[in-house]
Structure formats: C-alpha cells, structure tokens
C-alpha cells in the first residue's frame, strides 16, 4: 500500500489527482488543504482510503502534526493562487516559502521516498524564447508568486543534493477544468458567457497562451509517478496551441451561442506576461494520445454541473 499526503487537494488540479490516484486500489491518501481557494465539495466520494485534514501548511506545527502518519510520496500543491489574488496580497504569497520548508524538512527526517511538486511557468517571467524550455529558457522571476516558485524549485534540487530526497517539478502552465474557481480566465469567462454578460479583457487581448485540460493534466504527472520518469527534474505541463486572450473569448462565446460583448480595459500593471508557450515534449512522452484540444476542454466544462 502506498500512503501518500496531497497538499492542496481541494483545489482543481489537486482534487482532480486525488480522483486519479484513488484509481489505483494500491494507493491511500491524506488530503490537506486550508480550504481559503479550495472546497470540500471537490473531493471524493467518503472512503476509508482517504482522509481529510484542515491544515494550512505554512504552520510549523499543523505539518509537523500531519506528518504523524508516515507517507512513502509527498505531491505538494498548496499556494496561494490566481493573478489578481496574489498581486493583492504578496505578503501571504511569500509565506509559502515556509509551507515549502516545512514539507521538506518533516519529509527527509521520515520516510518520504518522493516529493511532487507544483512549479510554474511564472518562473520564466516575459520569457526570452518561445517555447519555454526546462533548462534552457532563463529564470526571469518579477511578481511574488514567481519569485516563490522560483525559490522553491532551488530547496527541491538542494534537498536533494544535500538529503538524497528525491523530487519532481511540474511546471504547470495555464490548466483549466470544470472544478477551478472563477477567478481563472476560463471559467471567468466561460460565466459571464453563460450568463450573457459583458467579457472583460486586460489590455488589447493579445496576450498569447495555451490551454491544458485538467484530465491531461492529472495524466501525466501520474505516469511520471507510477513510472519513476523525471526524477530529480523539472517537467513542464501544458498546451502547446497557442490562444490570444481575445480568441478565448471568442471561442466561448461562440460554443455558448452567447451574446457577450468584449469589453477592454487598461492592462495589468504586472503579472500579465504577453506570451506563454510550453516546450512539452517530455509531457508529450509520458502521453500516449493527443492532448484534448481547446474547444473539445470548453465543451466539457459547458457540459459539466458546476456550469449549469
């Protein structure tokens, strides 16, 4: 039986991995989460392979608590998330550096084999190239939230070095799924389509994305688990279509027969890079299908009963 401790398992990504991992009769689980974006109502069903802890991990004491249990595989997911909630509270975003610390610090004094954890393509900051590279592409950190990755990505590689704790980094890029809050830009948009109301975009939309649904996801960072692929390494997770801001937009309105207008405003003073572009082909090697495209992504969210 492998025990393993899912921080951030409420949320959209860590909730939908907690789905996948109980897949596997082999695998139980401890789910903590301090609940300030994530929700209750995304875990699974009640089970006795899996239990939920209120903990906020940026708190010596909560993790040292959690940490009673002994876990073979630690996936770390806790932050704090979103553009415009992390501009507005920077303070509470570099309080994250601790939750990092205090995860690895009780998993090399007990029996953790592995830690996964949840990077950024915000590390890159305006990237120098496009598409980003694992190794290649420069680190050009500017907001604190990337600033925090950033950080974190080098306590990984140095706990390693020095602990033997072995890692893997997942740089998600921009992930979406029937279960993120609406303060995302799919979903916040995906709403007001829905509801025939105005669309706002920052700036003229021209900012350039791509878009990975949350199933493709989950995928591949569990075939980096199950398959001992990417340790000690840095994978970037993500699309590889790239979207203007204002074609999502279109797109949604479009596949919601929505009379939205786009309505534009000045653009963000930081924090809204103008492109982003995984290189994902060590994603794409652990894959043994096509990403899910875009459209057929939005589809499914329409369809879903958070959206209905």
């Known amino acids: 039986m492998r025990r393993i401790l899912v921080t951030g398992g409420a949320g959209n990504i860590g909730s939908a991995l907690v789905s996948g991992l109980l897949k596997d009769p082999e695998n139980q689980g401890t789910i903590a989460d301090n609940l300030i974006t994530g929700n209750l109502n995304k875990l699974p069903e009640p089970s006795n392979r899996w239990r939920f802890v209120e903990c906020d991990v940026n708190e010596p004491n909560e993790v040292n608590s959690l940490f009673r249990e002994n876990f073979d595989y630690v996936f770390h997911y ?32 007990s029996s953790v084999k592995r830690v996964f954890f949840s990077s950024s393509s915000e590390v890159n900051g305006e990237p120098v190239e496009i598409p980003q590279h694992e190794e290649r592409t420069p680190l050009n950190s500017r907001v604190p939230y990337a600033v925090v990755k950033n950080v974190a990505e080098s306590f990984f590689k140095t706990y390693q070095q020095v602990f033997d704790l072995d890692f893997t980094i997942f740089r998600f890029f921009n992930t979406y799924g029937p279960d993120q809050s609406e303060d995302f830009v799919i979903s916040k948009f995906l709403k007001a389509a829905k509801n025939n109301e105005d669309i706002t975009i920052y700036g003229d939309g021209s900012q350039s994305r791509t878009f990975c649904f949350v199933d493709d996801n989950v995928e591949a960072c569990l075939k980096a688990f199950y398959e001992d692929e990417y340790v000690n390494d840095i994978i970037n997770v993500g699309g590889d279509k790239i979207y203007t801001i204002k074609e999502l937009a279109e797109l949604i309105i479009d596949l919601c027969n929505s009379s939205s207008k786009l309505v534009y405003l000045p653009p963000l003073d930081d924090g809204d890079m103008t492109r982003r572009q995984p290189d994902n082909s060590k994603m794409k090697a652990l894959l043994d299908h096509p990403l899910i495209s875009l459209e057929e992504g939005v589809r499914r969210m329409i369809d879903h009963p958070n959206f209905n």
């Open 78 to 109: 806790a932050a704090l998330v979103g553009v415009e909630r992390t501009q507005t509270n920077p303070l509470m975003v570099l309080q994250d550096i601790e939750g990092i610390k205090n995860i690895l610090n009780n998993s090399k004094q």
